[in-house]
């Protein structure tokens, strides 16, 4: 066994640092990139990311360098690799069995009738994973060797490097069960059947050169999932028994990040692996335990969640109190993989150089970790100048102006700020909207054409005036509300031609923020998003959507929604200021959102959205913890939204939120009107509303926007009376899953067209049946 390094990340981001990646796939995609092109595109970010940490000084021979890299989603490569995919697309392994990058593309995409794997958060972060789908039919078996050929590849280059691979506990836990599983049926059953795969995914990891082996295993920490804390415990047990006594294999690094380990710590330390990575962010150091003596602890001390300098000297501090644990050797590291970062601060050269003083990014993070390994092997005295200048720019940003604004801070708020009217008397009031059965409304932005990046590129450029610029965007708003009246919607929208990104638009309108030029993310598969900046306190300064809503009003005789998105999502999707507790900066937002809100209902607007898809996402994973999280993030909704008269028709909108896991928070948001997404798990959400007793308007998802297929009539139709089978028709109303900006005219015309004819049949039956 080879020593694990001193120092390491768990994961590095994948996409590349101008998102060649995106690029690249999407060309593929649209036949622009054929396979081979594709791969070598691949291969060069691959090869480019090994270059980057070693010149940033990960070793080149130590397996300190993660082979982390994804086309789309590390679950999906997981369930590929052992072979776990639904029936359906069973047709699309090659004649040996394995299944190559176009048929991982059709699983997570989905192709004509075949719907693509379903998509929900990755634990409490902005990534989003596919759901795989497990039953008593699934046969595993080695169906990818991609992970091997990418250890053979960095050897081939002279790197020794560490493959990443979801494990077998958090790959069944994360999973559902197939269609055809018995009710009742847990995808954790098959633990046993799965592990030998495992143990030949690890002996040809072995024979490609890999000294070490991570198997990410984060369902250890969350209290969140169907299966217990005691049913993962002896999970974990029973795998790594197995995995540990494979006769060829890698040392194998068990990482559990995003929260402590708490009573499973003891079942990792007793199992025979060689090192654990726990995260000391999220988490504490545990307490000692049986069988840490011949192991290494990677302490995850530098945050993988969030853009912040930190306190280098108490991450040192973390690290040692791990020492006092007895184990074999302590390693620094981050508390999650870096892919929830961006690459690197010196890329943006627009941004304040203070601020850029307290920011680091991925590689900014790698060098963190370097220099707390240099201390665990010197002593501290050996990067005191780097603990102290850490230090120096922590209280450097604690000091700075804007940081605590006493105007913001003396807005007293009461007890009647966070009250609305009673839900009884505004759905009174709301009559007067006068809409119809099953109201048609979409949820808020619209395809982000060519041509709306090229103007808002030019004119961020400079290359065009602002009149010109605006006149744009007013010809856009006019053919995004023609098109609707013309297909028939009940509630317009403007489309958000305007908007970069739906919390970025916000940011560079409040002050508080900043935005990055090319702080990119990846959210899921091909999408990136850049998270603002939130660094101060927050207040709006003008008017922020007023303008283009009450314009896109003028425009139409049917009502139109103002599109505002909400605090908590704000926070969620941005890097948050840790000075201060999370529910006084949601407070901050709202009270800004307050403000806008104020103003579109004196500007004619009447129905109004505050996006909330993140509600679910900040969940913590510890149950303890939830209480005070639900509390603050939906008093921060109705803060922003009771100031509403009754006739306002205020909507919400959430993003795979499992509903019936926030039910009871969602009724507390109090929202008359709350869309969420449910067409790719179709409608399984509808018995936990129907069984929740949920009395306010509700939108189920009917056309799933994250992928390129159009459903047919009669899929809509399917789904649409699915939900009017549990919930209230007069509740009832009908839209997509999510904004539509990630998709093409094309397909979106074609399914909003669909949408309304699959309406106009469910509403002919609602009338033949009153």
């Not at 990340?9 to 060309?27: C, D, F, Q, S, T």
Request: one cysteine or more; a negative charge; glycine letters at 8%.
């Amino acid at each position: 066994m080879t020593d694990f390094p001193a120092g390491t990340v768990l994961g590095y981001p994948r996409i590349g640092r101008r998102r060649e990646l995106k690029k690249a796939v999407e060309a593929f995609w649209a036949g622009r990139l054929d396979l081979a092109e594709l791969e070598a595109t691949a291969s060069g970010l691959r090869a480019a990311t090994r270059d980057r940490l070693a010149a940033l000084g990960l070793g080149r021979d130590d397996s300190a360098i993660p082979e982390s890299f994804s086309y789309y989603d590390q679950v999906l490569d997981a369930a590929v690799t052992v072979g776990a995919i639904p029936a359906r697309f069973e047709d699309l392994r090659s004649a040996d069995g394995t299944i190559g990058l176009p048929a991982y593309f059709t699983i997570a995409r989905g192709e004509g009738d075949r719907a693509p794997l379903e998509m929900t958060k990755w634990f409490d972060s902005n990534y989003h994973y596919l759901v795989p789908e497990i039953g008593p039919e699934t046969t595993f078996s080695l169906s990818s060797d991609r992970l091997v050929r990418e250890v053979a590849e960095g050897a081939a280059a002279g790197y020794v490097t560490r493959p990443v691979i979801v494990g077998p506990v958090t790959l069944l836990a994360l999973a559902k069960a197939s269609d055809s599983a018995p009710a009742g049926f847990d995808p954790l059953s098959r633990l046993g059947d799965l592990l030998p795969v495992y143990v030949e995914l690890l002996a040809a990891l072995k024979d490609a050169g890999a000294e070490w082996a991570q198997l990410d295993e984060p369902a250890l920490v969350s209290e969140s999932l169907p299966a217990s804390t005691s049913q993962l415990a002896d999970a974990a047990a029973e795998a790594l028994a197995v995995l540990g006594a494979a006769d060829r294999r890698p040392s194998i690094l068990v990482a559990a990040p995003y929260a402590a380990l708490d009573a499973v710590f003891p079942v990792l330390a007793a199992a025979p692996v060689e090192a654990i990575a726990i995260d000391l962010v999220r988490g504490g150091v545990p307490e000692a335990a049986p069988g840490l003596e011949g192991k290494t602890l990677v302490g995850g001390v530098i945050d993988g969640h969030n853009i912040w300098r930190g306190d280098l000297a108490a991450a040192f501090d973390a690290l040692e109190a791990l020492r006092g644990l007895g184990a074999a050797a302590v390693s620094a590291g981050t508390s999650t993989s870096l892919l929830h970062v961006p690459h690197d601060v010196e890329d943006e050269t627009k941004l304040d150089a203070r601020l850029v003083s307290w920011l680091a990014f991925a590689d900014q993070k790698v060098g963190q970790v370097v220099t707390l390994a240099r201390g665990l092997a010197a002593g501290r005295e050996a990067i005191e100048e780097e603990l102290a200048a850490a230090s120096a720019a922590l209280a450097d940003r604690l000091a700075a102006p804007g940081v605590r604004d006493g105007a913001v801070r003396e807005r007293v708020l009461s007890e009647a700020d966070f009250t609305r009217t009673p839900y009884a008397e505004r759905e009174s009031a709301q009559e007067a909207l006068g809409l119809p059965a099953l109201p048609l409304t979409t949820i808020g932005s619209f395809p982000q054409t060519g041509d709306i990046r090229v103007a808002r590129a030019r004119f961020t450029r400079g290359e065009i005036p602002v009149e010109d610029y605006e006149d744009f965007l007013r010809r856009e708003i006019a053919s995004v509300v023609n098109l609707q009246e013309d297909l028939g919607y009940d509630v317009l929208v403007h489309g958000e031609p305007e908007r970069n990104d739906m919390v970025q638009y916000f940011a560079e309108h409040l002050d508080g923020f900043d935005v990055t030029e090319n702080g990119w993310v990846q959210s899921y598969g091909s999408r990136a998003t850049r998270p603002s900046i939130l660094w101060g306190d927050v207040s709006r300064p003008a008017p922020i959507t007023v303008s283009w809503a009450a314009y896109a009003q003028s425009l139409t005789a049917k009502h139109l929604k103002g599109m505002l998105t909400g605090p908590v999502t704000i926070l969620a999707w941005s890097f948050v200021r840790d000075d201060q507790p999370l529910r006084d900066t949601a407070n901050q937002v709202a009270l800004a959102l307050r403000d806008e809100i104020a103003d579109l209902e004196a500007a004619g607007i009447s129905v109004i959205q505050v996006d909330e898809p993140a509600l679910r996402e900040l969940l913590p994973l510890k149950k303890a913890d939830q209480p005070a999280y639900l509390d603050w993030s939906v008093n921060s909704f109705r803060l922003a939204t009771a100031g509403a008269a009754p006739a306002t028709q205020v909507h919400t909108h959430l993003c795979y939120s499992e509903f019936g896991v926030v039910i009871d928070a969602i009724r507390a948001l109090d929202a008359d009107v709350t869309s969420i997404e449910a067409a790719r798990s179709r409608m399984e959400v509808v018995a936990d509303i129907a069984g929740s007793g949920f009395d306010h308007g509700i939108g189920p998802g009917v056309y799933d926007i994250h992928s390129p297929r159009v459903p047919s009539v009669a899929e809509i139709e399917a789904l649409l009376r699915r939900a009017a089978a549990e919930i209230p028709v007069r509740r009832l109303w009908v839209n997509p899953d999510c904004g539509l900006k990630t998709r093409g005219y094309e397909e979106t015309v074609a399914s909003l067209r669909n949408i309304v004819e699959a309406t106009r049949r469910v509403r002919e039956d609602v009338a033949a049946s009153v």
